[in-house]
């Protein structure tokens, strides 16, 4: 039973930043096209961050102050999250396609907080 288990979460104030992990709990899948949602309270799941075929794709809102990167180790992701905003709150979940059959690999979610 494969997983995706999100870290890095936690408060802080508008202008900070946070670096979250995403990594599988075993290697006995490929996941690929890795990437970042976000879902607010009382709002609809929305794209952040991810790979598609390879490359990185950002939602407008987020350019230019995240950046998405694998991680040496198979079924890896970050997200650096810098000049964080009060609208950035919200619970972040990794995710993920297997590479061979349709499956989507979903963490369960990490907290990002952000006051003003």
């Known amino acids: 039973q494969v997983q995706l288990v999100e870290s890095g979460g936690g408060h802080v104030q508008a202008g900070g930043s946070l670096r979250l992990s995403c990594a599988a709990s075993a290697s006995t899948v490929i996941i690929q096209d890795m990437g970042w949602y976000r879902q607010a309270p009382g709002k609809q799941r929305e794209l952040v961050a991810r790979f598609i075929k390879g490359s990185p794709n950002y939602a407008d809102s987020v350019k230019g102050r995240f950046t998405i990167s694998r991680g040496s180790a198979m079924n890896t992701v970050y997200l650096q999250m810098n000049n964080l905003r009060p609208e950035d709150t919200a619970n972040y979940y990794c995710?993920?396609?297997?590479?061979?059959?349709?499956?989507?690999?979903w963490g369960q979610g990490t907290q990002v907080t952000v006051s003003s």
């Open positions: 995710h993920g396609e297997d590479a061979f059959y349709d499956y989507h690999y």
